[in-house]
């Protein structure tokens, strides 16, 4: 089991950027070998795909409509996985989550949650116009 904490969520205004954290609480080493994902949901919406990265970090993977303004990243030596998100406009609301594929995923499958075997509770992000 990979267990996950993110942090970084607040309230920003329009136009700003945002570094969101994902941690990983145990010490095995399923972490090293982990897809990494960060997901949203928008209150009253289904949760969605944002951004996803291999084990290696040579690999990301974008959900098309926030290509270009957020940026994950990954250090295994922290055992951490980060979100960059810039100009941040008031759709991008939303509780961002953070989750593990622990055994990976090949391309065509990162963007689906059920793909994914851990996740978070969830950091809110709040942009103000």
């Known amino acids: 089991q990979v267990q996950l904490v993110e942090s970084g969520g607040g309230l920003v205004q329009a136009g700003d950027s945002l570094t969101l954290s994902c941690r990983t609480l145990?010490?095995?080493?399923?972490?090293?070998?982990?897809?990494m994902g960060w997901f949203r949901q928008a209150s009253g919406k289904e949760r969605e795909f944002v951004a996803a990265?291999?084990?290696?970090?040579?690999?990301?993977y974008y959900s098309d409509s926030m290509k270009g303004r957020f940026t994950i990243s990954r250090d295994n030596t922290r055992r951490r996985v980060y979100l960059r998100l810039d100009s941040l406009t008031p759709e991008d609301t939303a509780v961002y989550y953070c989750?593990?594929?622990?055994?990976?995923?090949?391309?065509?499958?990162?963007?689906?949650?059920?793909?994914?075997?851990?996740w978070g509770q969830g950091t809110r992000v709040t942009v103000a116009t």
């Open positions: 990265i291999d084990w290696t970090g040579s690999r990301t």
């Open positions: 145990d010490t095995s080493t399923d972490f090293d070998t982990a897809t």
């Open positions: 989750a593990a594929a622990r055994f990976g995923l090949i391309d065509s499958a990162m963007s689906r949650p059920t793909e994914y075997t851990d």
